[in-house]
DNA sequence: ACCTGAACACCGTTCAAGT
DNA sequence: ACCTGAACACCGTTCAAGT
């Protein structure tokens, strides 16, 4: 039961399962080494600037040789994915809506922060130790509220979801592929926009964009924005907690 | 005005603003062909199946000539994302609840059906004919509500995050990778999660998985989890649009 | 047992040359 | 003006050989 139902290599590592060899020379790195040149790379230039060779390279070693450590560098991809969120905050006293909140909007901020995660992130299930330690803590804020494990998980994946679509939108107006093009804002993308709606086939559109709803000062970025999805969820969750019983 | 704020070119194409050229022999390809080719591909054989060589051969033509239609291959990735979504459900006469579960549940099925959307989608902002018509639909939907466009266009970008989230974890429950590793559904997650956790750790979470949060009988994949989270939303729209004084 | 270096198959993109 | 073919720089991954 132990040996059946393993883990993925890398999952493995990086719980700290490393392999206990024992006969030859002593390995000269670990998974968390290479991880963290990764991610150095890639928040400095992009996802783009993680090459197995130029990761090997920062921890001083031939390409190849990182190949001892990880299967293929879409397990690398999954370390960092990992790895790169911070300790959760601590939920300790805290109400359960505030609690949410930070943690939904620390989530968020992992990602303004490193921008390349949102380039593998969704596809990957959060099993590493740093991922499942953000969804403790999240389940141990919402004792008292009724709600049941897996309404508790449920809520998680959905704030994370959201926490990760905030993000995109926020990166999204700061597009440097739209900068190319003269689009540094929200304000443009607005009257870029209007230029191409027929206002025919897209008359709430249209009207919406000559009404200036891309235009406002900050846009898409605003915090309020943020503020607004995140309580149309946190008005869902408290409802629910008020069918089941738990106290506010 | 019309030049200054202009849109990437691949944008433009997409809204079938193709340059009016004049002299010499007629294009063979237009971006519709080969923004059908790839997603072709990427359905077939994943987002990895899609390379310039592969889409130019599908197509007829040599590599080299795609470049005549795009600039790189990002600005493919972008056309598919926007060419792969179908026409939006007719919201007319539904009421807004209604039109927008049914309008959520598609794009979460557009996902579903096209898994290497995943990997391209969060990025992009929707810029294109067909997702800025699913837009238009769910603003026309939430017309008598009370809620002004910009309201509307972030319970736009809520719901679409949700559909990807509620798609991604679906997709992570199947994914290869874990298949791979003998893990081929939610009860086998869970047991190989609880090797791992340590109860001193991860409390609550450890817990929850020896009480078998992760082994329902379809766990993740579940559709009464993806109404969970959908209703969690919709209550909140609900809220906002009756503090506005709109009619449900 | 760990690491290296050479090698392989493939990739996106450029550019000059053809029509 | 469109398309081709050769070429370039780069990539992830393998494998035999060294220690």
Redesign the interface.
Known sequence: ??Q??????V??RM?G?EPASRRGPRPRLDLAMITAAAIELADADGIAGVSMAGVAARVGVAATALYRYIDSK?DLLTAMADAVAPLPPDPAGQPWRGYLAAWTRAQRDIMLEH?WV??IS????P?GPRR??W???L??AL?GTGLD???????A??L???A???A??A???G?P??E????SGAD??G???A???DPE?????S??VR?G?FS?AVGWVDDE?FL??L???????E??IARRGGVG
């Open positions: 039961m132990d059946d139902r393993s883990l993925p290599p999952v493995e719980w399962r879409e921008p949102l380039t969704p596809l990957v299930p099993m499942l330690l969804l403790d803590r389940m141990a004792d494990d897996g309404e508790r998980v449920n809520v994946s959905t994370t979801g959201y990760l679509t905030d995109a939108v990166f999204a107006a597009d592929a739209y190319k093009a003269g689009i443009d993308f009257a870029a926009l230029d191409v709606l086939a897209y008359p709430h559109l009207a919406a009404g709803v406002g924005d607004f999805g309580n149309l969820l946190l008005d869902g969750v409802q629910l």
